[in-house]
């Protein structure tokens, strides 16, 4: 510390992190992309990972290599448009580890299409997952968080939820709807005498996953899963009174 109580730029080292081991995490969208990458990167830290998603063989698949890695992992097969899977879920989570401290919100999907061209059904199928799927595991998840004292809600949005481009109106009306969910819910949870919850908004550019399939060629300047997963652990591993909210991550040469 310096004469003004505040530490110095040398004394802010890794050491500050908090430590995330035997913390528990759920990773919705877990069975590919980035919600895997993410529980991959959090169970070598320590961290024991309920995997959540419909594909309950890819599921099961990431158990078997966290597991020979020595980490911990719960396959618990969802879909985040089902109220009873979700609550079945968390009391699973409950069950097994008896807390959770990490929401990671991954499960998502994206059609793009012009807005006159559009199977509206198809927009609102998308919306039906990306916010209110997200908005129903993150309601979910907040008594037990709240029981604890403390958790942590990572929301993927997606640059389209800062900024939209032909071709996203619906995508990205389901992101720009995430980030002021998140916005919201983080307000309700701060100050001296709530719950100490904190909010992450990751807002990544083209990441290539099966998600990011068949764009065009001149849009497939692209982050990698892991990229978006590294920016995860560092939102969850800092100290309690840290609360980052928001980490938006392009391709270096992306001009979008
Ligand atoms: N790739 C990109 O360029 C990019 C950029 C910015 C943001 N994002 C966001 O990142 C998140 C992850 O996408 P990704 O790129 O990793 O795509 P991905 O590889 O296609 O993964 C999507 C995941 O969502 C799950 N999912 C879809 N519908 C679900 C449902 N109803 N219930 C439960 N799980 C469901 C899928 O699992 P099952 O099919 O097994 O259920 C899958 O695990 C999404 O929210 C996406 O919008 C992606």
């Not at 927009?123 to 990306?130: A, E, K, P, T, W």
């Amino acid at each position: 510390m310096d004469s003004s109580g505040t530490k110095s730029m040398a004394a802010l080292t890794d050491s500050d992190a908090e430590d995330t081991a035997q913390k528990v995490a759920l990773i919705t969208g877990a069975s590919s992309g980035i919600g895997r990458s993410t529980a991959e990167t959090l169970a070598r830290e320590g961290v024991r990972v309920a995997l959540a998603a419909r594909r309950k063989d890819k599921l099961q698949q990431l158990k078997e290599r966290v597991e020979s890695d020595g980490g911990t992992a719960l396959v618990v097969e969802t879909d985040i448009t089902d109220e009873d899977d979700v609550r079945e879920a968390i009391e699973q989570i409950e069950n097994r580890f008896g807390r959770l401290d990490i929401l990671v919100n991954s499960a998502g999907m994206m059609i793009l299409d012009q807005v006159e061209e559009a199977d509206i059904t198809e927009f609102q199928r998308m919306i039906d997952v990306n916010l209110n799927g997200l908005m129903r595991v993150t309601q979910a998840v907040l008594p037990l968080m709240q029981r604890q004292g403390s958790g942590h809600v990572v929301n993927i949005s997606s640059l389209a939820g800062r900024k939209s481009f032909p071709g996203a109106s619906g995508y990205s009306a389901s992101k720009y709807a995430v980030n002021g969910f998140s916005e919201a819910l983080r307000e309700e949870f701060s100050g001296e005498d709530t719950e100490y919850i904190r909010v992450t908004d990751i807002e990544p550019g083209f990441v290539e996953t099966d998600l990011s399939e068949g764009l065009p060629p001149e849009w497939m300047e692209t982050l990698d899963p892991a990229d978006v997963a590294r920016s995860v652990r560092y939102a969850v591993s800092q100290p309690p009174h840290v609360d980052v909210n928001e980490i938006l991550l392009r391709p270096t040469q992306m001009e979008l």
